[in-house]
């Protein structure tokens, strides 16, 4: 299944976002569903923070135990730097978090384009 949700750029965007993840849950696994809103949260907070544009969320659930989200926006592109620094910094830990939690990730060079899959280690 396939859906995607073109949101607004704003402070309600984060919020959004969650929402959305948890109205899969008929279609995906619900363990997902906490990564998935983190995840979503930190990227969706960077497009609004960072980005232009109306943001672009889609969402493919390939089977009940796999998640592939994307986040889009209009933005004029990043490359993604390694997280360096204390552990006690505050801010710019989005991208680590995906590093982390995801099964696999990456962008598209030259956009604000940001996929993760999240899987289920025991299916």
């Not at 995607?4 to 008929?26: C, F, Y």
């Not at 544009?53 to 796999?66: Q, S, W």
């Not at 962008?107 to 280690?121: C, I, K, M, N, Q």
């Amino acid at each position: 299944m396939k859906r995607t949700l073109v949101i607004e750029r704003d402070s309600q965007a984060p919020g959004k976002a969650r929402d959305a993840v948890a109205g899969l849950v008929p279609h995906v696994d619900e363990r997902l569903v906490p990564n998935a809103k983190l995840l979503l949260s930190e990227l969706i907070t960077n497009s609004v923070k960072y980005g232009s544009g109306p943001i672009t969320l889609r969402f493919d659930v390939e089977a009940p135990h796999r998640l592939r989200c994307e986040v889009a926006d209009d933005g004029g592109g990043f490359t993604p730097v390694a997280r360096s620094g204390s552990r006690r910094d505050v801010g710019g830990w989005g991208l680590y978090l995906v590093e982390e939690l995801a099964a696999s990730w990456g962008v598209r060079d030259g956009s604000t384009h940001v996929w993760f899959r999240l899987a289920l280690e025991d299916q």
